[in-house]
């Protein structure tokens, strides 16, 4: 399998809930990132991992919990969120932190009730 | 406040014709600008970018233009085709910095009609 993929591709979840969504990258790529695209709306950077170290944290409520066990891997937890929170998260990829085009999975689709 | 602007939300072009997608930027830090585009249930898929040092890169059907000095780009399709239809993302970054940031415009939708 090549590319950034992203799994589930769909959630539905209460408020009460906890999830977790998974981002896998094919790439050799070092850095991830996620990002939040809510209807109407720019994406919205969340977080930035790069060699396994998060460099930013723009400003996302702890109810959303980033994890990055390796250069590969990237996972957005996710408890007791609400109904606005509802969005297309994207998870990307780059070679470097810094300066490389960065490369999209297809989204994971989140409904909170 | 918005720092990378698409004003048209959505564009209409014939099959065969000229697509222009504009997208205008407010931070003269910005050095480095892409293009993605973007199918409906899909990622955004890179297209193609542009360094600050240059006003215009071309690669195939996809030409992108840069004007620093008015913070304003475009992305010109030539001919248009109907597999062209999608939304088209503006994004714009200051590199050299800890992390590439990349701001994103908020989509044109480009509609290709057969």
């Known amino acids: 399998e090549t590319g950034v993929t992203q799994t589930p591709r769909h959630l539905v979840m209460g408020m009460t809930n906890k999830k977790s969504l998974k981002c896998e990258q094919h790439?050799?790529?070092?850095?991830m990132y996620w990002y939040k695209q809510s209807a109407k709306k720019p994406l919205e950077l969340m977080f930035v991992?790069?060699?396994?170290?998060?460099?930013e944290n723009n400003s996302v409520p702890s109810r959303f919990s980033p994890e990055c066990p390796n250069s590969s891997h990237l996972f957005l937890h996710l408890h007791t969120l609400q109904p606005e929170d509802s969005a297309l998260y994207l998870c990307?990829?780059?070679?470097?932190?810094?300066?490389?085009?960065?490369?999209f999975g297809p989204g994971t689709r989140l409904t909170v009730l | 406040d918005q720092q990378v602007k698409q004003n048209s939300p959505s564009l209409s072009v014939q099959e065969g014709r000229i697509s222009i997608l504009n997208c205008d930027y407010t931070?003269?830090?910005?050095?480095?600008f892409l293009w993605y585009k973007k199918y409906p249930a899909e990622g955004p898929t890179f297209l193609i970018s542009?360094?600050?040092?240059?006003d215009k890169n071309e690669d195939g059907r996809f030409t992108v233009f840069l004007n620093k000095s008015a913070k304003h780009l475009s992305l010109h399709i030539v001919p248009s085709q109907p597999g062209d239809s999608a939304v088209y993302f503006c994004?714009?970054?200051?590199?050299?910095?800890?992390?590439?940031?990349?701001?994103f415009g908020t989509g044109t939708l480009l509609a290709v009609q057969p």
């Open positions: 990307a990829s780059s070679r470097s932190g810094s300066t490389d085009t960065q490369y």
């Open positions: 790439l050799g790529h070092n850095a």
């Open positions: 991992y790069s060699l396994e170290e998060r460099v």
């Open positions: 931070n003269s830090m910005f050095d480095y």
């Open positions: 542009i360094s600050s040092i240059k």
């Open positions: 994004a714009a970054s200051a590199r050299g910095g800890a992390t590439n940031k990349l701001i």
